[in-house]
């Protein structure tokens, strides 16, 4: 069964870091491309940012470039979010999905998410 | 950035009703466009890609049209457990967009 399982989350103030993870499982990792998604309170999905199945490709949004970085470890079936500079419009449940191939430019939907983990900066 | 704009923002329906949602892209997608069901607390679900295509695990009752910059969300006959937001995702260009979501409540 193809399975992800983040973690990582919790609070953190304003302006410091965080490390989330993603666990997959069940299929072939380094195949496969992976999104970070998220959805603050109240509001809807947002993607946030994405990693080619090699991890030579990464991708963000423009509202977290520069201060988030996404990379992988295929050998541990796992990709991470470093995020720093953390500001309160970050607080979020922050998901994990696969791609349906290795790029991320390609998707037919994310039919397999986690979750997800909690992340809300306050002081 | 493709921005995408769903409407209604939320709607009240009883069990039974036929239900549409609709999805209007910023540019063309050509078909490259997504549904989701979100309920509180739990992992979205993909119900739709490709604009028309059903997910295996998806109920029967929804359905998907459109291409180009208009989409549809068709809940045939609304269930109790359809209650719940529904998101549409442009999957054309990075970054991937989502519409701001529609909530679907009991009337």
């Known amino acids: 069964e193809v399975q992800v399982l983040e973690s990582g989350g919790g609070l953190v103030q304003p302006g410091g870091s965080l490390r989330l993870s993603c666990a997959a499982s069940?299929?072939?990792?380094?195949?496969?491309?992976m999104s970070w998604v998220r959805q603050a309170p109240g509001k809807g999905l947002e993607w946030v940012s994405g990693?080619?199945?090699?991890?030579?490709?990464?991708y963000y949004a423009d509202s977290v470039k520069g201060r988030f970085t996404i990379s992988r470890d295929n050998s541990k079936s796992t990709v991470y979010l470093q995020m720093n500079s953390l500001r309160a419009e970050d607080t979020a449940v922050y998901y994990c999905?696969?791609?349906?191939?290795?790029?991320?430019?390609?998707?037919?939907?994310?039919?397999?998410w986690g979750q997800g983990t909690t992340v809300t900066v306050s002081s | 950035d493709i921005q995408m704009t769903q409407s209604p923002s939320s709607l009240s329906a009883s069990v039974g009703d036929r239900v549409t949602i609709t999805c209007r892209a910023s540019?063309?997608?050509?078909?490259?466009l997504n549904w989701y069901q979100h309920k509180p607390g739990k992992a979205p679900k993909l119900l739709i890609y490709?604009?028309?295509s059903l997910h295996s695990g998806a109920p029967s009752g929804f359905s998907g049209s459109g291409s180009g910059t208009d989409f549809t969300l068709t809940i045939s006959s609304l269930q109790p457990e359809d209650f719940a937001s529904y998101y549409c995702?442009?999957?054309?260009?990075?970054?991937?967009?989502f519409g701001q979501g529609t909530r679907v409540e009991i009337k």
């Open positions: 999905a696969p791609h349906s191939s290795g790029w991320v430019g390609y998707s037919s939907g994310w039919d397999v």
């Open positions: 069940g299929f072939t990792f380094s195949s496969y491309a």
């Open positions: 990693i080619s199945g090699s991890g030579s490709s990464t």
């Open positions: 540019q063309s997608i050509s078909t490259y």
């Open positions: 490709g604009a028309s």
């Open positions: 995702q442009q999957s054309y260009s990075i970054p991937y967009t």
